[in-house]
C-alpha cells in the first residue's frame, strides 16, 4: 500500500521543470506577481506550490521570499517522504523475521529428534524443516522487494528534490533581478535552460 501510494504522489508531483520556468520568469519580469501565484496554484506540483508560497510573502522583501520557500520546501520533501520509514522498516525486519522462523523450525526439528531419542527418520524432520524454509523464503522476498521499492522511490523523489531546488533559486534569482530593476531578455530565458 505505501508503494502504491508513494508511486501515485511521485508520479503526480513531476513537473516540465523548463516550461515552468520560462512561464514563471516571463510572468515575473512583467511584475506580475498575483498572476505567477495563480499559475503556480493551477500547476499543482511541490515545486509550484514552494514557489506559490515563496510569492506570497513578496511584499515583505527578498528574504521573507527566501525563508518561506525554504520552509514550504521542507514541508513538500516531508510529504513526498511521508511513509518511506515504515517501508524501509519492513525492508530491515522482514527478513529477520524470516530467519526467527528459520530458528523456530530448526527448533521443531531437533525437538523431534530428541523425542524420538535419536532413531528420527527423514519425513519426522519435514516439518521443521520445512518452517525454516518456508519462513526464510517468505521473509526474503517481503525484504527483498520493500528495499528494492525503497530505493526506486528515495530516486525519485531526490530527483524531484532537485527539480524543486533548481527551480526556487531560480526564481529567487529571478525575483532579486526584478527587484534591482535587470531586464531578463527572452533569450535569456531560452538560454538559461
Not at 518511506?84 to 522498516?89: P, S
Not at 519492513?90 to 528459520?102: D, E, Q
Not at 527448533?107 to 519426522?124: V, Y
Request: charged content about 25%; aromatic content about 6%.
Amino acid at each position: 500500500a505505501i508503494i502504491i501510494d508513494r508511486y501515485i504522489i511521485i508520479r503526480k508531483s513531476k513537473l516540465n521543470v523548463p516550461a515552468f520556468l520560462i512561464k514563471i520568469r516571463g510572468l515575473l519580469k512583467r511584475k506580475d506577481i498575483q498572476g505567477a501565484a495563480r499559475y503556480c496554484q493551477e500547476e499543482k506540483s511541490p515545486a509550484a506550490n514552494i514557489i506559490r508560497k515563496g510569492l506570497k510573502k513578496y511584499r515583505f522583501g527578498h528574504e521573507r521570499v527566501r525563508e518561506a520557500i525554504d520552509n514550504a520546501g521542507k514541508q513538500e520533501i516531508n510529504k513526498l517522504e511521508k511513509g518511506l520509514n515504515v517501508l524501509a522498516t519492513i525492508s530491515g525486519v522482514a527478513p529477520l523475521l524470516g530467519f526467527l522462523g528459520t530458528v523456530t523450525g530448526m527448533i521443531s526439528a531437533f525437538m523431534n529428534i530428541e523425542n524420538l531419542q535419536g532413531s528420527a527418520n527423514p519425513s519426522d524432520l519435514a516439518g521443521g524443516i520445512w518452517e525454516a524454509l518456508l519462513t526464510t523464503a517468505s521473509g526474503l522476498a517481503v525484504g527483498i522487494i520493500a528495499f528494492t521499492f525503497y530505493n526506486y522511490l528515495i530516486s525519485a523523489i531526490n530527483k524531484l528534490v532537485l527539480d524543486m531546488e533548481v527551480v526556487s533559486n531560480d526564481v529567487i534569482d529571478v525575483l532579486e533581478e526584478v527587484e534591482r530593476g535587470s531586464k531578463i531578455t527572452e533569450d535569456e530565458v531560452e538560454l538559461e535552460l
